[in-house]
């Protein structure tokens, strides 16, 4: 079974500059989120979808941050201006659907912001 | 508090059992997880108990839960050097949302 992929694993941008991150999920899960780790500590959410609604968006900085899964499956986010405090890895998991007992990580991309 | 605590470092002989605690915030978390992260990969999900148990075991794995203090804490029997690693603790909140400890890096020694 192929896992969840990410794409870039590695990104360097300049602040001010826009970046946009992919993820394509395990097939037949419902449920994808994306996280982001800053060194040191755990993983943060940013987004929930379930199919190509969003459950969960508390947490994103809507004023830079914009995520999309138009056909509930593959998903992009997006940072439009990126900050500095912005440099982390963007972490996408997805899970089969109700509870996320099963969620499944992929690699990573990790944003650099100079 | 609203965060999920883990100790920073953990360092062990290779043989020896690792003891890795945390404790939560939300009574009401459902489910709580052990991820393992090693360099450069993502989170891998080495196991979880359901609020209901307190005790959960799985081959060199033992998960204990007190609800009462919400302490969780994983052991590893026999550590090896392949167990280095990054270890995070985490609850389920609302709409199955995960909190992450900031976790807890395991040095196993030879």
């Known amino acids: 079974e192929a896992g969840v992929a990410q794409s870039p694993r590695y990104k360097i941008i300049e602040k001010r500059q826009s970046v946009a991150f992919w993820c394509n999920p395990i097939s037949g899960h419902a449920t994808l989120y994306w996280y982001q780790q800053i060194l040191g500590q755990g993983p943060k959410l940013l987004i929930q979808?379930?199919?190509?609604?969003?459950?969960?968006d508390s947490q994103l900085p809507k004023d830079r941050f914009s995520a999309e899964r138009l056909k509930g499956v593959d998903s992009t986010l997006k940072i439009q201006p990126a900050k500095l405090e912005d440099s982390a890895v963007y972490l996408c998991?997805?899970?089969?659907?109700?509870?996320?007992?099963?969620?499944?990580f992929g690699q990573g991309t990790r944003l650099t912001v100079v | 508090g609203e965060d999920v605590e883990q100790s920073l470092f953990l360092s062990v002989r290779e043989g020896d059992s690792s003891v890795i605690n945390c404790t939560y915030t939300?009574?009401?978390?459902?489910?709580l997880y052990w991820y393992k992260q090693e360099p450069g990969a993502g989170l891998q999900l080495l196991t979880y108990?359901?609020?209901?148990?307190d005790m959960k075991q799985d081959q060199r794995l033992t998960v204990l839960l007190n609800k009462k203090d919400k302490h969780l804490s994983l052991r590893i029997a026999d550590t090896q050097t392949g167990d280095s690693a990054i270890y995070f603790c985490a609850e389920s909140i609302r709409n199955n949302d995960m909190r992450f400890g900031a976790g807890t890096r395991l040095t196993v020694k030879p």
């Open positions: 979808f379930q199919n190509n609604g969003v459950v969960d």
């Open positions: 939300d009574s009401s978390s459902t489910y």
């Open positions: 998991a997805s899970s089969l659907g109700v509870t996320n007992t099963e969620a499944f």
């Open positions: 108990i359901f609020s209901n148990m």
